[in-house]
């Protein structure tokens, strides 16, 4: 079945760093990508999607680029602030199924 | 305004009683989901539907059971709560293609003792 890697468990950075969060993913199928930010106590919320192989797609300063042939979707600011500390939830759906399985998350923490 | 109500908020169970946690959408989407966030693991799906009379086995679905009664309505019922089941739930719906990505409820923390 599909499933998604984020092999950052944690990520600290100072605040005006860049940062990337890595997503691989696998499916069988054409895949739709997904990342979600988390604040504390809050609920995950759509950042980003993308379903188009190499087409960059940015919001609030977020983009990420789906790569089909490395079957992957990192994340990445160029420049991080301290409202950007949350927990980030890459997701993968496919043209198969509606289901939607997310990662184990990366939290990023930005100090100042 | 798009929008995922969960019910209750909060739930002290006892084990081996009877826990039904409620999600209602007014998005008329055709997708329902049922998610568990443990830290450490993520968001775990147990289960999902495609529209009113389906439920569908997630990665998770041991000591869980699901109903979807209506568009709007997507229950998840553990009929015999165990501690292991101590978390925070989070319903979602969605729709079909890019679209699906899911809308959050804001989460039920259930504590079982």
């Known amino acids: 079945g599909d499933s998604v890697t984020q092999t950052e468990g944690l990520v600290t950075l100072t605040k005006g760093l860049p940062v990337m969060l890595n997503c691989t993913y696998q499916t069988t199928y054409s895949p739709f990508l997904f990342w979600y930010v988390q604040h504390l106590n809050e609920a995950p919320k759509l950042l980003l999607k993308?379903?188009?192989?190499?087409k960059r797609t940015e919001h609030q300063g977020f983009y990420a680029t789906l790569h089909k042939s490395s079957s992957s979707f990192h994340l990445q600011k160029s420049s991080v602030q301290l409202s950007d500390s949350a927990l980030y939830f890459c997701a993968l759906s496919d043209s198969n199924t509606d289901k939607v399985v997310f990662g184990t998350g990366t939290r990023l923490q930005v100090s100042p | 305004e798009a929008a995922v109500t969960q019910s209750p908020r909060n739930k002290v169970a006892v084990t081996g009683g009877k826990v039904t946690l409620s999600c209602n959408q007014t998005n008329n989407h055709n997708n329902m989901y049922w998610y568990r966030q443990d830290t450490g693991h993520g968001l775990r799906l147990i289960h999902y539907?495609?529209?009113?009379?389906?439920?569908e086995k997630g990665d998770i679905p041991d000591g869980y059971k699901a109903s979807r009664p209506s568009q709007e309505n997507f229950s998840l019922i553990l009929e015999l709560a165990t501690p292991s089941q101590t978390s925070v739930y989070f319903c979602?719906?969605?729709?079909?293609?890019?679209?699906?990505?899911?809308?959050f409820g804001e989460g039920t923390r259930l504590s079982v003792l």
């Open positions: 993308s379903s188009t192989d190499n």
């Open positions: 979602a719906s969605g729709d079909r293609g890019i679209n699906q990505a899911p809308l």
């Open positions: 539907s495609y529209g009113a009379g389906s439920t």
